[in-house]
């Protein structure tokens, strides 16, 4: 049976604007109902994007320059094998010679589309802004844009108007994930060989306005409505992981409890599955993050809001003190959010970890308890707190673990 549906799948067929994309064995970390799923099918079919060894896509992996370039090009040239082109292969002193990337690198600078850096280095392993992505899309793709001061905006502007920047940018320089690229490709393929419209309404976009007005903390989910019944129980379906996932417990993963809230969310709000394997990378990826941009081992509520906003693109909001109750949590526990909260474990008195300052996911209650994900622990789904037992262990970090009990309250709340 197990063959059977393998093959079924591999055989699925999906008919588009008239057009019918081709087979296409689907990656084992991508359901049908991700919304990227038919763009990222779409460039496979063409060989234009591809998997990892162990047949998984990573569509939330941040996309860096090296990778972009080879997308875009060869979307651009589709029939093409740039390894076997007579061009340049260290055209910028940080390019090695044996570098899979150095043909698309070198072609799209001799091309003067790129141009690197002032000490003529690439930079490949660096992650891409949308504003960057956007004007390496539309050069590459010879498509003009109006030139603007600042220099975004007529890329963005035009980027709107053909309808290639997905809805779910929030800001100019979000980090580009490598769904959202593949998006971006396929929408701009589509357009240049007329299989939509850039003015077609079904085309969901966002513009120039949006993404310079947007106030990522706007996010308002307890003045959402004035009045709203408070169910008997509620429980929101999380996927889980421990922030050791393969039961590793030393560093990074004995102080990840962060990181694996933060991941558990994100792939709830973008319906994907989480495996041990994607957990683990991820965890490696953001702390290496967290590095790069100056936080410590422990941070703050505040700072993993602005890590959801910057690194997953998210909208944040975060609630303090008077506002952090337990008839508050439910309300939002209500609408479908689930809750990270920080805790000072001393107050938890969880018998399975021991952690001066953790934090979790509040995923729904019942009449006496509080239900989380705990990822302090591998027995942490659905790990039950008693309401004012979890409710007095809140504590925002204020610097040191011997002074967590005296942090304020506080929870973050994160949606698309």
């Given at each position: 049976?197990?063959?059977?549906?393998?093959?079924?799948?591999?055989?699925?067929?999906i008919v588009s604007n008239n057009s019918i994309i081709t087979a296409f064995t689907f990656y084992d970390d991508i359901n049908l109902d991700y919304k990227y799923f038919e763009s990222i099918q779409y460039l496979t079919n063409q060989d234009i994007v591809s998997g990892y060894d162990d047949n998984?896509?990573?569509?939330?992996?941040?996309?860096?320059?090296?990778?972009?370039?080879?997308?875009?090009?060869?979307?651009?040239?589709?029939?093409?094998?740039?390894?076997?082109l007579n061009i340049e292969k260290k055209c910028f002193d940080d390019l090695q010679d044996d570098n899979w990337f150095n043909p698309y690198v070198c072609y799209a600078k001799g091309k003067q589309y790129i141009s690197g850096y002032e000490n003529n280095t690439f930079k490949p392993n660096q992650t891409v802004k949308l504003v960057e992505a956007l004007k390496i899309v539309l050069e590459l793709f010879e498509i003009d844009y109006q030139?603007?001061?600042?220099?975004?905006?007529?890329?963005?502007?035009?980027?709107?108007?053909?309808?290639?920047?997905?809805?779910?940018?929030?800001?100019?320089?979000?980090?580009?994930?490598?769904?959202?690229?593949?998006?971006?490709?396929?929408?701009?393929?589509?357009?240049?060989?007329?299989?939509?419209?850039?003015?077609?309404?079904?085309?969901?976009?966002?513009?120039?306005?949006?993404?310079?007005?947007?106030?990522?903390?706007?996010?308002?989910?307890?003045?959402?409505?004035?009045?709203?019944?408070?169910?008997?129980?509620?429980?929101?379906?999380?996927?889980?992981?421990s922030q050791a996932p393969f039961n590793n417990w030393a560093l990074p993963y004995d102080e990840a409890c962060e990181e694996a809230a933060l991941i558990m969310i994100n792939y709830y709000l973008n319906n994907l599955d989480l495996t041990k394997e994607i957990s683990n990378t991820e965890i490696v990826d953001m702390v290496n993050y967290e590095e790069e941009i100056g936080f410590a081992i422990d941070i703050t509520i505040e700072q993993l809001a602005e890590i959801a906003i910057n690194y997953y693109g998210l909208k944040a909001t975060i609630y303090k003190e008077d506002e952090v109750t337990i008839d508050?949590?439910?309300?939002?526990?209500?609408?479908?959010?689930?809750?990270i909260?920080?805790?000072?474990?001393?107050?938890?008195?969880?018998?399975?970890?021991?952690?001066?300052?953790?934090?979790?996911?509040?995923?729904?209650?019942?009449?006496?308890?509080?239900?989380?994900?705990?990822?302090?622990?591998?027995?942490?789904?659905?790990?039950?707190?008693?309401?004012?037992t979890l409710l007095d262990a809140i504590h925002n970090w204020i610097g040191h673990k011997d002074t967590v009990r005296q942090g304020e309250k506080a929870m973050l709340i994160l949606d698309k």
């Open positions: 049976m197990r063959q059977l549906i393998t093959i079924i799948l591999q055989i699925y067929f998984t896509f990573k569509p939330l992996n941040l996309i860096n320059r090296a990778e972009l370039l080879k997308i875009v090009v060869e979307a651009v040239h589709p029939e093409s094998n740039f390894n076997l030139k603007t001061d600042p220099w975004y905006k007529g890329i963005v502007e035009k980027s709107s108007k053909l309808k290639i920047l997905p809805q779910d940018f929030i800001y100019f320089e979000q980090n580009v994930t490598r769904a959202q690229m593949a998006e971006i490709v396929a929408r701009v393929i589509k357009y240049k060989t007329g299989i939509f419209e850039g003015n077609e309404q079904e085309i969901s976009t966002t513009n120039y306005y949006s993404l310079g007005s947007m106030n990522y903390y706007s996010f308002d989910p307890l003045n959402q409505q004035e009045t709203q019944t408070i169910k008997a129980e509620a429980q929101i379906n999380i996927p889980f992981t508050n949590i439910k309300n939002i526990l209500n609408q479908g959010h689930p809750v909260v920080p805790c000072s474990e001393l107050e938890l008195q969880n018998p399975n970890y021991y952690a001066r300052y953790h934090m979790l996911v509040i995923t729904g209650y019942n009449e006496t308890e509080f239900i989380t994900n705990d990822p302090g622990t591998s027995r942490g789904q659905n790990y039950k707190y008693n309401q004012e």
